[in-house]
Every structure is written in structure tokens, then in C-alpha cells.
């Protein structure tokens, strides 16, 4: 009936879409309503500093699951490609995912949510059951499911169907002796949110005054369409902001009912849960809507590379952690595959969450874009020719003061630092800084033509 192994334990892995590290009660977001989560982190583990590998949801998605950069995995970008039936690609096929080694000790996997990494209509190798998103996002209603081969227009408010959906998985998969992996990827919060969620989620917010949302002045590189109008922004910015605190509600709601349905099967001590979100958001933080690409060039403020983390397993997880260690996406494979007792491999820049590290530092990108952060630097590197910044986080957390102009002594270590931390991990075929990797998709395997135009900035030379 499952594994009852605490030593051996199912998991249960929640992705959210586009949810930034603000968007949760227990991050100390007194605006927002997220009870289930808000329990889960009080009975284990939340990261307050954890980085996603990519500001944008494809390639983050691939590196959580490769354990791989996007240099070396090859998704640079959200990909745009047919998504499903003849001629869809699959942008990881060849390449050994955390699911891979878990199909190998035994485990049966499913998939329930957004995929998004290429021919979603097909499982991976080992996943026993795949109700798949076609693309990546759409409607909150009449979305478009693979469900095991069979596509379907599914009723119903989605957050609800994949929460109906996840349930039903794990009540099948109780009466079977193998431990399972549930991946559950709600599209939740990502766009769009205007009249989308149900009424009784979007009332919690009706006089919500949205101090954690500032609306700051329209971010100076706010990328422009061909016509030169904005692209991005909301127009109505506070339906938006109903919207989106709706759906994480609305999600935290659902995933209360899933853990309920662990706790039925008595599986909550032999069960790791673990949630996390792709990628950030701004809802106005920066004057952005919207994360890595919400400006041109893009963008690597906190948050739009941070991101939520929360795990839990009683008994072997201790409650009421926090943790501020800088530690990211590539450390997840490690991480759950040592507290699995599986082997890894160590090529990767991953290390497990314990591990002891001689630099407490994180590394991102996004094609030509790539940061380096540690606990009190930030620096932007933009290929070929910029423009840069560097930030003194312990003096300026809000990234407001761009000190690149003044070259303190710390910029060139930390330049030689960005180099060669990208040298020795990235694959010189896939490397994204020399790719045109715009924000505004990626459409074929790596390459100098498998990526679309990029938009206009609004004030060329930001």
C-alpha cells in the first residue's frame, strides 16, 4: 500500500506557475491567504533564499528536473513550439531527469499538470500515469489535457480538475506496494486572472489593499511590440491583483485537499512533500508585470529569480525550520535524490542542501543575461556589451542603486567569478551567451535561428 518506509518515502512534488517568493503567508505576506502552505512550512522546511536557475518557466522547469543549467541543457527560452501530436519536439529527450533514477529504484511516477519541455502529449520513460497540459497555460476553464494518449477538453475550474486529479492517483496508487512520485504542476498563478477564479477566492481580496504589490512606475526597459506599443503591464491593475492572490488561494485550497487524501492513507511520515514554484513574478514590483522577460533586455531582480520552498516529512525533516542559505534550482536533484538513499551523479554544479560549501553563492541566466548573487553582492553580466549591474544587497535589498559605474574592487572578482563558474558547467554548443535568447520564445533545439524576435526595449541603452 504505498511505501509505509519513512526511509524510502513517496513524494509528492508541487510546482506552481510564476509565483513569487512574496506570494505566501509564510513568508510574511500579511495580504495573501495561503493556510495549507502556511502549515506545511510550519512542519518543516522553508527556504526563504532559493533561486530558480532560469527567470522564465521552460528552462527552469528543465534544470529542476535535470539538475543541468540551461547551457548545458539547451532550454534557453519558453518554448513556443508545436507543443503536442506530430512534429512536436521533446527539448529533453536524450537527457537523464531525477524521474529517470527514481523509475529505476522502483518507484511509479505520474504526472498530473504542466509540462511544457517539449511533446507534452507523450509520458516520460517510468511514469505510469500522464494527464498532461497541452502547452503551458491558457483558460482557466475548458483547458486542453493529454490524459495517457487521449486528449481531452476538461470542464471545470483546472485548478480543481488537477487537484480532483492528483487525488484520484494517489487513492490508486495506495493499494500498490511500490513507493510513487507524483509530480503536480498547477498552472496556478500564471495569467490570466481577471474573472477567471471562482467568486468565493476572489472575495477574500475584494478590500484588499495590496501593500505586498506596489505599483511603481513603468520599468524604463518595458519591452515594445513591432508597433511600438507596450508589451507586458496591466491594464487594470487591480482586477489583476484580485486574480492572481485568487488563484494561490485557490491553489493553497487544493493542495490542502491533496494532503488531506496522504493523511487518509496514513502516508503523511512516508511521504516527502515538496513545493516550489518555476520561476518569480512582479505584480508591479520594479513597475514590472511579470518576471525574467517582463523587460528587454531581461531582467534578474530577486524577484524574478526567487522563488518559494518549502519540504516536508515529518519525522525526518525537522518543524519549524527557516533556512536563508542561498541555494538553488540545480540543488534539488542532489538533494532529494540523497534523501531518497539513491545515488547521484556530481558533475553538475548541484550539491544536496547540507552539504557543506565553500562559497555561499548562486548562479543564473537567461541566453546573453547572467547573474551571479551572493549574500551581499549581486552582478549582472548582459553579453556582448551590456548593460551591467551590481548591487550592494547589504546596503541596497530593494536593487535600487546601480553601482556599476563606480567599479568597486568587488565587481572583478565577481566577474571572474561568473566566468568561470559558466566555463567549466556550460556546453559550449548550448551556450547561451552567445545565442540571441530575446524573452520571446524558443522554438527549436539550440541554435543561432531556434529563438523568435526579440521586442524593442522602450529606451534603448537601459
Known sequence: MASRDPGRPNVLFILSDDQGPWALGCAGNDDIRTPHLDALAESGLRLSRFFCASPVCSPARASLFTGQIPSRHGVHDWLSA?????????????????????????????????????????????????????????????????????RREVPGYLTDVLTAEAQAFIEREASHEAPFYLSLHYTAPHKPWKGQHPPEFEALYAHCAFDSCPQEPPHPAQPRGRDGAP???????????????AAVTAMDAGIGRVLDTLRRHHLTESTLVVFTSDNGFNCGHHGIWGKGNGTFPQNMYDSSVMVPFIASQ?????????????????????????????????????????????????????????????????????????????????????????????EPPELHDLRARLEGWFARYADPALDGSRLPVSGAGQHSPAGISAFEPAPRPAEPGW
Open 82 to 150: 508545436r507543443h503536442a501530436g506530430p512534429g512536436a519536439i521533446d527539448f529533453l529527450q536524450g537527457r537523464r531527469l531525477f524521474t529517470d533514477d527514481l523509475a529505476e529504484a522502483g518507484y511509479r511516477l505520474g504526472l498530473v499538470g504542466k509540462w511544457h519541455l517539449g511533446a507534452n502529449d507523450r509520458p516520460r520513460p517510468g511514469f505510469v500515469h500522464w494527464y498532461a497540459h497541452e502547452s503551458g497555460g491558457g483558460p482557466y476553464h475548458g483547458a486542453p489535457i493529454w490524459d495517457n494518449g487521449v
Open 231 to 245: 508589451v507586458g503591464g496591466e491594464p487594470d491593475t487591480r482586477a489583476a491583483l484580485i486574480g492572481y492572490f
Open 314 to 406: 515529518p519525522g525526518r525533516i525537522p518543524a519549524r525550520q527557516v533556512r536563508d542559505t542561498l541555494l538553488s534550482a540545480y540543488d534539488v536533484r542532489p538533494t532529494l535524490l540523497g534523501h531518497l538513499g539513491l545515488p547521484y551523479d556530481s558533475d553538475g554544479p548541484g550539491r544536496p542542501f547540507h552539504a557543506a560549501r565553500e562559497e555561499v553563492v548562486v548562479y543564473d541566466e537567461y541566453g546573453p543575461v547572467r547573474m551571479i548573487r551572493t549574500t551581499r553582492w549581486k552582478y549582472v553580466h548582459r553579453y556582448p556589451h551590456g548593460p551591467h549591474e551590481l548591487y550592494d544587497l547589504g546596503l541596497d535589498p530593494g536593487e535600487r542603486r546601480n553601482l556599476i559605474a563606480e
